[in-house]
């Protein structure tokens, strides 16, 4: 399993970063690698509730589920089904939102599992590194939305330096 954590410090209080991470299909509002998304069930958040996001890369897609959530707290994500990205097993993204000395920090942690060794062999070679700097920009593509109201996308300049690697 390949597990990458970082965290990143916000400048908002913690129910406004709560807010944002909360609202399940407006994830394209802070992703840059998410062209468009949009909840699929009746249930708008909390645990079962589902979403479809568009990626720009390779026209690929993918239909998520929020498998666990603690109101104003944290909640995960599972990836039930990939469009176009072959030889990922499992993917989940955990998010969660703590102050720290009056600081509000957004921690995301995203894991996942690939299909055979094959796969293995190319996530070693550069399907980790793509998917950690694509992490990178989630986290710093929120602080941009969320400090600024501003959608971003492929293109938005990030402040990159502020991600903090945890592992």
Known sequence: MTIISREIEINASKED???????FGDICHGSPGVLKSHVTSKQQEGVGAT????????????????????????????????????GIKTMVAD???????????????????????LFDMMNFLMMKQMNTKNW??????????????????????????????LK
């Open 17 to 23: 970063v709560w807010k944002a991470i909360a609202k």
């Open 51 to 86: 979403r479809h996001c568009d990626f720009a890369q390779m026209g690929a897609s993918a239909e998520e589920r929020i498998t666990a959530w603690e109101e104003g707290e944290s909640l995960s994500i599972e990836v039930y089904e990939f469009k176009k990205l072959p």
């Open 95 to 117: 998010f969660s939102v703590r102050t720290d000395n009056e600081k509000t920090i957004l921690r995301a942690d995203l894991s996942y599992n690939m299909k055979n060794s």
């Open 136 to 165: 990178n920009a989630v986290l710093a593509g929120h602080k941009k939305y969320i400090e600024t109201g501003e959608r971003v996308v492929e293109t938005t300049l990030l402040e990159l330096d502020k991600v903090i690697t």
